[in-house]
């Protein structure tokens, strides 16, 4: 495990300001674009952070657990009264996993980073405040309040809408290629040895000048409110962001909550989604996934007693939820080594999924499909990071999947990313996407 600055053997200090405003996102008028970013506009809650007070990472898959167990152990002196409902303070994520293709594009990002941001500015349903954090020690306190005061003194009321002007984006994309491997996926379902398997494809895109990453989280918020739009800054400017509708797991205490999403649809054709065959069975295996793997970590798991439509601006999905009371002495960090990833982004059975994926996907995948989110003291909130992007300067890839059973087929399956992809492009472009 690398870590700029080791959790077990630090210490922070940190403070709270109360702040009328309504946008944390509004800070990047002149605090600059921020290092992290969270946000799920129906709930309420906001969060934007800058800089970084320390940062956790891990350069071997081995030390995930360490790392996320690390983050819940995290040791923080109050100067002054602690704030409620703080979301992190740790925000960062995972890689999916193994990858038979490296991308040298994903480095800045690592296996995993998790940072601590120097001031978080976060807002719930019962206010907003700035918390600023510093390492314990000599002038530590002092720079805590120069922080409050300087967010405090200069941080907009207003709320920060997208302003740029629409831009024709140049779209490139394989088809070929994806149904090359959809076919191998389909010819290995064939045969037994999967029964599914979640493919996925690059499709990148470019602008006439740097993408204003700002502009691209406003619209992403704006018009995907039962999202989660994320954003991560590496120190390199890779920014890795989206919007995703689904969650990984949402830890409070002893009490989880999380979800099976799995099976789409386009919103003319959601009243048949129900029915439709190969959505229920791809839905279902996702459903029985996560009833195996919750129950040796709670005392009680229970579940919708049938899926509902979870109908966003594109696409509509199948979703069962799930809520469960944790076993004494389970933390987040191993409910995430039990989940991720689930047959809704790898595949079933996982461990045949996951090395056809390494073996016939042809994508480094990076971050897209993993966790992402926030750790704190016996909490967390990470969602699967879909609907996504990675974006420096006027570039982008952006990554869509789909999930392949018996009965899937190249066209539909195509069509299906097409789909998915429109809320990032729509969001990087500013308008309405004309495909030729």
Same mark, same amino acid.
Not at 86 to 94: A, D, L, S, T, V
């Given at each position: 495990?690398?870590?700029?600055?080791?959790?077990?053997?630090?210490?922070?200090?940190?403070?709270?300001?109360?702040?009328? $405003?309504?946008?944390?996102?509004? @800070?990047?008028?002149?605090? @600059? /674009?921020?290092?992290?970013?969270?946000?799920?506009?129906?709930?309420? #809650?906001?969060?934007?952070?800058?800089?970084?007070?320390?940062?956790?990472?891990?350069?071997?898959?081995?030390?995930?657990?360490?790392?996320?167990?690390?983050?819940?152990? !995290?040791?923080?002196?109050?100067?002054?009264?602690?704030?409620?409902?703080?979301?992190?303070?740790?925000?960062?994520?995972? %890689?999916?996993?193994? *990858?038979?293709?490296?991308?040298?594009?994903?480095?800045?990002?690592?296996?995993?980073?998790?940072? &601590?941001?120097? /001031? &978080?500015?976060?807002?719930?349903?019962?206010?907003?405040?700035?918390?600023?954090?510093?390492?314990?020690?000599?002038?530590?306190?002092?720079?805590?309040?120069?922080?409050?005061?300087?967010?405090?003194?200069?941080?907009?009321?207003?709320?920060?809408?997208?302003?740029?002007?629409?831009?024709?984006?140049?779209?490139?994309?394989?088809?070929?290629?994806?149904? $090359?491997?959809?076919?191998?996926?389909?010819?290995?379902?064939?045969?037994?040895?999967?029964?599914?398997?979640?493919?996925?494809?690059?499709?990148?895109?470019?602008?006439?000048?740097?993408?204003?990453?700002?502009?691209?989280?406003?619209?992403?918020?704006?018009?995907?409110?039962?999202?989660?739009?994320?954003?991560?800054?590496?120190?390199?400017?890779?920014?890795? +962001?989206?919007?995703?509708?689904?969650?990984?797991?949402?830890?409070?205490?002893?009490?989880?909550?999380?979800?099976?999403?799995?099976?789409?649809?386009?919103?003319?054709?959601?009243?048949?989604?129900?029915?439709?065959?190969?959505?229920? %069975?791809?839905?279902?295996?996702?459903?029985?996934?996560?009833?195996?793997?919750?129950?040796?970590?709670?005392?009680?798991?229970?579940?919708?007693?049938?899926?509902? &439509?979870?109908?966003?601006?594109?696409?509509?999905?199948?979703?069962?939820?799930?809520?469960?009371?944790?076993?004494?002495?389970?933390?987040?960090?191993?409910?995430?080594?039990?989940?991720?990833?689930?047959?809704? /982004?790898?595949?079933?059975?996982?461990?045949?999924?996951?090395?056809?994926?390494?073996?016939?996907?042809? &994508?480094?995948?990076?971050?897209?499909?993993?966790?992402?989110?926030? $750790?704190?003291?016996?909490?967390?909130?990470?969602?699967?990071?879909?609907? *996504?992007?990675?974006?420096?300067?006027?570039?982008?890839?952006?990554?869509?999947? !789909?999930?392949? /059973?018996?009965? *899937?087929?190249? #066209?539909?399956?195509?069509?299906?990313?097409?789909?998915? *992809?429109?809320?990032? +492009?729509?969001?990087?472009?500013?308008?309405?996407?004309?495909?030729?």
């Amino acid at each position: 495990m690398k870590t700029h600055t080791p959790v077990e053997s630090q210490r922070w200090v940190a403070g709270m300001t109360p702040l009328a $405003v309504v946008d944390p996102l509004a @800070g990047a008028d002149v605090l @600059g /674009v921020p290092t992290v970013y969270w946000e799920r506009p129906l709930a309420q #809650d906001a969060a934007a952070g800058w800089g970084e007070a320390a940062v956790v990472e891990a350069q071997d898959a081995s030390d995930i657990p360490d790392v996320l167990a690390s983050l819940g152990r !995290v040791q923080v002196r109050w100067l002054g009264e602690a704030p409620e409902s703080m979301p992190g303070p740790w925000f960062g994520g995972i %890689r999916f996993g193994d *990858s038979g293709t490296v991308d040298t594009a994903w480095a800045s990002h690592g296996v995993t980073r998790w940072t &601590l941001p120097e /001031v &978080l500015v976060f807002r719930t349903a019962r206010g907003a405040c700035v918390v600023a954090f510093a390492q314990e020690g000599r002038g530590g306190e002092d720079l805590v309040r120069s922080r409050l005061e300087r967010v405090r003194a200069c941080f907009p009321e207003s709320y920060r809408h997208a302003r740029g002007e629409p831009v024709a984006l140049e779209l490139r994309a394989s088809r070929l290629d994806f149904e $090359v491997r959809v076919q191998r996926a389909l010819d290995a379902i064939a045969s037994g040895h999967l029964q599914k398997v979640v493919l996925a494809r690059p499709l990148d895109a470019e602008g006439p000048a740097p993408f204003d990453v700002v502009d691209v989280l406003a619209r992403l918020r704006e018009q995907n409110p039962r999202c989660a739009t994320f954003l991560f800054r590496a120190p390199d400017d890779t920014c890795f +962001l989206g919007a995703t509708p689904e969650t990984l797991c949402r830890v409070d205490g002893q009490v989880l909550e999380t979800e099976a999403l799995a099976g789409t649809a386009a919103p003319g054709q959601a009243d048949g989604l129900r029915g439709h065959d190969k959505n229920v %069975r791809e839905h279902a295996s996702v459903v029985r996934y996560l009833v195996t793997a919750l129950t040796p970590l709670a005392e009680q798991v229970s579940s919708d007693a049938e899926p509902a &439509l979870l109908a966003l601006k594109n696409v509509v999905h199948l979703r069962t939820g799930f809520r469960a009371e944790l076993r004494p002495g389970v933390t987040p960090a191993q409910v995430v080594e039990a989940l991720h990833p689930t047959p809704a /982004v790898g595949g079933t059975p996982r461990e045949r999924a996951l090395s056809f994926l390494v073996e016939h996907e042809g &994508l480094d995948r990076g971050w897209y499909a993993g966790p992402v989110g926030w $750790v704190g003291p016996g909490r967390a909130h990470l969602m699967v990071a879909l609907r *996504s992007a990675r974006v420096k300067g006027a570039k982008a890839r952006l990554f869509v999947g !789909v999930g392949l /059973v018996a009965g *899937s087929n190249a #066209d539909s399956e195509w069509r299906e990313t097409e789909m998915k *992809s429109l809320a990032m +492009l729509r969001a990087l472009g500013g308008g309405d996407v004309v495909r030729r």
